[in-house]
């Protein structure tokens, strides 16, 4: 099975401070996504990544696809409070076969911003 | 729309109990997949199913068995309820993960706790 390794697994900022969280597979990913999960809440999408050098960026938040799509990083920029929550990276397993549809996921990287 | 919808929401279980938990999607979504949320460990697959009539097993699929009768729907069964299972479970659905913005759309969870 595909392993998704996050790092670092919790990070505290303060307000302002830019900041990065990384995915990391030992396997291709075909398709990236990137969540955010306030506590004791649901999961909001943020984006999807697919294609190799791929990057997409949403209000302060980017994230990139490496070329050998084995890696991904989001990027906080001038982080606020609200930016404060679990991240989680999910990729799919294979692009074909049985295995089509498994969507698993990173251990997760808590973030707290200070204000 | 009502998206995914997850019932219930809290549940207590003795040990050795059994229940079902309800996911509901209005989406016509091919794939759904159950997933256990537990602190430091991230979204764990539990099952997965890529169509009506078609399940596999995700990462921990022990005490725990699908099926996927209707498009609809995607029921998660516990057997014989354990400690272990304490967990927040999520229940998500998509067109086909992988491709280009196919948004995974997840439930609001359901937090069982087994005594």
């Known amino acids: 099975s595909q392993e998704l390794e996050q790092s670092p697994q919790s990070l505290i900022v303060q307000e302002g401070k830019n900041l990065t969280i990384n995915c990391t597979s030992s396997?291709?990913?075909?398709?990236l996504y990137w969540y955010k999960q306030k506590y004791g809440e649901g999961l909001i999408f943020l984006m999807m990544?697919?294609?190799?050098?791929e990057e997409k960026s949403h209000e302060k938040i980017t994230a990139k696809l490496d070329e050998k799509k084995q890696q991904s990083s989001l990027h906080i920029t001038a982080s606020q409070p609200s930016h404060a929550g679990i991240y989680l990276c999910?990729?799919?397993?294979?692009?074909?076969?049985?295995?089509?549809?498994?969507?698993?996921f990173g251990q997760g990287t808590i973030l707290t911003v200070h204000p | 729309n009502a998206g995914v919808t997850q019932t219930p929401k809290f549940q207590v279980l003795k040990t050795g109990q059994s229940m079902t938990l309800q996911c509901a999607q209005d989406?016509?979504?091919?794939?759904m997949s159950w997933y256990r949320q537990d602190p430091g460990m991230g979204l764990r697959l539990i099952h997965y199913?890529?169509?009506?009539?078609?399940?596999d097993q995700g990462e921990v699929p022990n005490g725990y068995n699908v099926s996927r009768s209707t498009t609809e729907d995607f029921p998660l069964r516990l057997l014989s309820a354990a400690p272990s299972q304490t967990s927040v479970y999520f229940c998500?659905?998509?067109?086909?993960?992988?491709?280009?913005?196919?948004?995974?759309?997840f439930g609001q969870g359901t937090r069982l706790t087994v005594v």
């Open positions: 199913s890529v169509g009506a009539g078609i399940t």
């Open positions: 998500a659905s998509s067109y086909s993960p992988g491709y280009q913005n196919t948004e995974a759309f």
């Open positions: 990544l697919q294609k190799g050098g």
């Open positions: 999910g990729a799919v397993a294979n692009a074909g076969g049985t295995s089509y549809g498994k969507l698993t």
């Open positions: 989406m016509n979504h091919e794939y």
């Open positions: 396997k291709t990913l075909y398709g």
